[in-house]
């Protein structure tokens, strides 16, 4: 038995494959094409570890998918890969549409393939068994007001964003395979993620760095928007959850509870910031927030209703936000080598030494 897993060198493919070899020995095959949010250092712990396979390469790649499947003979796909950074896609969406509309196309044809050839007889059903994950987000159900409910799996699809548009056409992709072809698929939406390993350009990971480097800690707008967060190894563990107990053609969106306005977040971070390193100044951090031109066309809430997957499933986030947040400063704090490396985009120079031809 095998997973294989796309962008699992990104933020959150990365902490997945961490856990996973952490809560199970069954291999794991990480197909990473180490764009500028690949980074082969998040995966450093378990380099020499045999359970875990490193391809670096392109889910668009149809000879290179087809030769992957065919080799690992993989029981589960689990779709991480995508471009995934809103701002990226506001400035150069033709990435967006590339990766995460056409890539997913890809690696649908060659799953249909290849989970058309495995036998029903094989290996106790290996075609009934078979999973395709497809991760996805919150944000393709577009924007709440403040009173809105939150999003539930039967919210209508809204995306306003080229990312969250890119990622709402690949979630429809995935669906459709599932009512043409059988293809057994689940799908999860999740809200913000925050934790380590996460690229210093999205909110919180760029507060941490910006304010221990003196710069502007940037707020678009009024920085009351709201986003709704959770802990990345919570994500994972969900993940996992529906990959064990999903329903096949079901979605289930992921989320902790946690909404919270951008404004709030920074502070807090600047707060734990001033506990844990203070300014050598011993003025406090808040006094670097700075207010700039707001997103075009900014999503003002996102908040996930999360009670499917707690009552159907049984899943439940181990971190408060409270918890998740402090680790989370703690672990940028610990790791500055780690920022640096990818502040200066030398981490790809580190990978090319660490790993030599494994790369
Ligand atoms: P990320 O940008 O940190 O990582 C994406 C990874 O995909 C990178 O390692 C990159 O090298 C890889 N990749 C990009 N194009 C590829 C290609 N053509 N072939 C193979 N690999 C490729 O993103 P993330 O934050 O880890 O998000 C992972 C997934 O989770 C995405 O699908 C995203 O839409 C979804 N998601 C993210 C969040 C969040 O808060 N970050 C929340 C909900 C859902
Ligand atoms: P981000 O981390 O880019 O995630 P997403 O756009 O997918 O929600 O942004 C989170 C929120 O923080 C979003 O409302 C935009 C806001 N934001 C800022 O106010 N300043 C910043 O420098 C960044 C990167 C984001």
Not at 6 to 27: K, M, R, Y
Not at 33 to 60: E, R
Not at 63 to 79: E, F, K, S, Y
Request: aromatic fraction near 10%.
């Amino acid at each position: 038995m095998t997973i294989l897993v796309t962008g699992g060198a990104g933020f959150i493919g990365s902490n997945f494959a961490l856990e996973w070899v952490a809560h199970s020995d069954e291999p794991i095959v990480n197909l990473d094409k180490l764009t500028y949010a690949g980074n082969l250092q998040n995966l450093a712990s378990i380099a020499d570890n045999p359970q875990h396979v490193f391809v670096q390469g392109d889910f668009g790649d149809t000879a290179l998918v087809n030769h992957l499947l065919a080799t690992h003979q993989p029981r589960a796909i689990l779709n991480f890969a995508a471009e995934s950074h809103v701002d990226r896609s506001i400035s150069g969406p033709g990435d967006f549409i590339h990766t995460n509309i056409v890539g997913t196309f890809n690696l649908l044809e060659c799953t249909r393939a290849y989970w058309g050839g495995l036998k029903a007889d094989t290996g106790g059903d290996a075609k009934a068994a078979f999973r395709f994950l497809h991760v996805s987000t919150d944000e393709v159900y577009g924007s709440l007001s403040k009173t809105d409910p939150a999003f539930t799996e039967n919210n209508k699809y809204e995306p306003n964003s080229p990312y969250s548009a890119s990622k709402a056409a690949s979630d429809h992709l995935v669906r459709a395979y599932h009512h043409t072809y059988g293809l057994p698929v689940l799908t999860t939406n999740c809200s913000n993620n925050y934790g380590p390993f996460h690229f210093p350009e999205k909110l919180i990971p760029l507060m941490i760095v910006n304010a221990q480097a003196g710069k502007p800690l940037p707020v678009y707008g009024d920085g009351q928007q709201i986003r709704d967060w959770l802990y990345v190894k919570d994500h994972c563990s969900a993940i996992r959850r529906v990959l064990e107990a999903g329903t096949v053609g079901e979605v289930y969106n992921v989320g902790g509870w946690n909404e919270k306005p951008n404004l709030d977040i920074v502070h807090t971070v600047c707060a734990l910031l001033d506990e844990l390193k203070p300014r050598t100044d011993g003025k406090p951090y808040h006094e670097q927030i700075t207010y700039v031109t707001d997103r075009p066309g900014h999503d003002r809430r996102y908040a996930i209703d999360a009670r499917k997957i707690e009552s159907q499933l049984g899943w439940k986030p181990a971190e408060t936000f409270e918890s998740g947040i402090r680790k989370t400063v703690q672990w940028y704090l610990d790791n500055p080598d780690w920022v640096a490396n990818v502040q200066s985009g030398s981490y790809k120079d580190w990978v090319a030494q660490q790993y030599g031809a494994k790369a």
